[in-house]
């Protein structure tokens, strides 16, 4: 308890999922969090005395700006995201773009909007949230995600580095697969390919060595970790915690 005492987060994606989980855990943990997301109904199930709802669009810059604003955040967690299915050869152009605008370009935007403040506060945690997958360990069907999430690494070095000596930091999360709502729509999605569900939920759970998937309140738990002082020495690095499914 208390590891963020007299910190204030901003969380994009916090409706459900690991944002949802990592905004909790960091209100837990005694920080005032600023749980954003575009689904104001997700947004509702968040009930804790330090955390304050709005809505905010990662895609839209003129939301961001009035986002940061209210949160003055020394934690950012660019949590937004969203996974494509296919090869190269099921892309278009189109669902290219929507990945790189919602899984990339939300963070330069977010990032940009928050920069400023934390430089003059001389302090700042900033936790991209790449995947395992793309940026450590190819799998099928995610051209366009892992393409993205592998981006999000770069971003996140070159963010590290040109702040470094300024009191920024600037690191991003490789999940392996974590059990979430849009998950479970993935998983029903190829249940219908493959005909049951269970064939879809034994080949999901296949890739992972420990014989399941992650919970979210596991990611949530380094989200705490990189966002508090413990880690102060740790910047530009990518953060895998993926049940061994890219260490053997
Ligand atoms: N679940 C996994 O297996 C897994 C693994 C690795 C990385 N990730 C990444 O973690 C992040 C969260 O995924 P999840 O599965 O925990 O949650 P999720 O996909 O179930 O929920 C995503 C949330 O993002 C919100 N959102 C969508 N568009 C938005 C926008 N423009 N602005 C703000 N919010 C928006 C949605 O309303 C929703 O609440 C994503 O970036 C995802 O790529 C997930």
Request: charged share 20%; with cysteine; aromatic share 6%.
């Amino acid at each position: 308890m208390g590891r963020l005492d007299g910190k204030r987060a901003l969380v994009t994606a916090a409706g459900q999922g690991i944002g949802h989980a990592s905004a909790l855990a960091m209100a837990n943990e005694g920080a005032q969090v600023f749980a954003t997301d575009v689904n104001t109904e997700a947004l509702g199930t968040l009930d804790h005395a330090n955390i304050v709802t709005f809505p905010l669009d990662a895609r839209d810059s003129d939301s961001i700006a009035d986002g940061v604003s209210r949160a003055k955040p020394d934690i950012l967690f660019n949590c937004a995201g969203f996974v494509h299915h296919g090869t190269i050869q099921d892309s278009t152009d189109d669902e290219w773009d929507f990945a790189f605008d919602l899984n990339v370009r939300s963070m330069y935007r977010t990032i940009r909007a928050a920069l400023p403040g934390m430089l003059d506060r001389g302090n700042g945690s900033i936790i991209n949230m790449s995947s395992a997958l793309g940026s450590i360990i190819g799998a099928p069907n995610r051209f366009i995600y892992g393409t993205t999430k592998a981006a999000v690494v770069g971003l996140t070095k070159s963010v590290a580095v040109d702040f470094i000596t300024q009191g920024i930091r600037c690191n991003c999360i490789c999940p392996g697969t974590v059990e979430s709502p849009s998950w479970h729509d993935r998983v029903k999605a190829l249940g219908e390919q493959l005909g049951s569900y269970d064939k879809a939920m034994e080949q999901f759970v296949a890739r992972q060595p420990m014989g399941r998937v992650a919970k979210a309140e596991e990611i949530a738990a380094l989200v705490v970790y990189l966002a508090s002082d413990e880690s102060a020495f740790t910047t530009g690095h990518t953060h895998i915690i993926d049940g061994g499914w890219s260490g053997q």
